[in-house]
């Protein structure tokens, strides 16, 4: 691989790492609407999620492209920087590291905000049987399960 072939890589891990960088700010953020219960807020950043996460497939193509371009198919980040020019392996490791430590951080991030969306519901589930109110699952055309909640039938009756 030629020093100018490395360039262009290391220019596109830049901005491709960029995007990861992103998602850990929106998904920090997130974890703390979750926290704090703002609903609002996070029913309004679902179409931003959606965004990053369309980005992030987007610049996954990008680099596919990119790396067919320079002739180096499928290859794999260790491969890619064994093959650099000596002057770049460096740069390369650091955007290598850089970018797992994003990767690392958006799992955990994403099991933080699961794991305290299920114990809120449980608990909100608690309350709600505590307090005569039912519930009833079903299931939504992506598999995933819905539940309905039905109070007591009071003053009001069914509304």
Known sequence: MTIETADRIIGFLEKYNGVYRDMVAF??????????????????????EQALVMKIQS???ARSALFEELGLGEIKAKQLIEAAPDERKSKLTLLYDELTGYVARIKQLNNIIVETVEKKLSVQEELMRKTGM??????NGYGAKIKHTSAPKGFLGNI
């Open 59 to 61: 610049e996954e193509s």
């Open 134 to 139: 039912t519930l009833t699952e079903t299931y």
């Open 27 to 48: 998904l920090t953020e997130k974890q703390a609407k979750v926290m704090a219960d703002d609903l609002l807020w996070l029913l309004d950043s679902v179409e931003d």
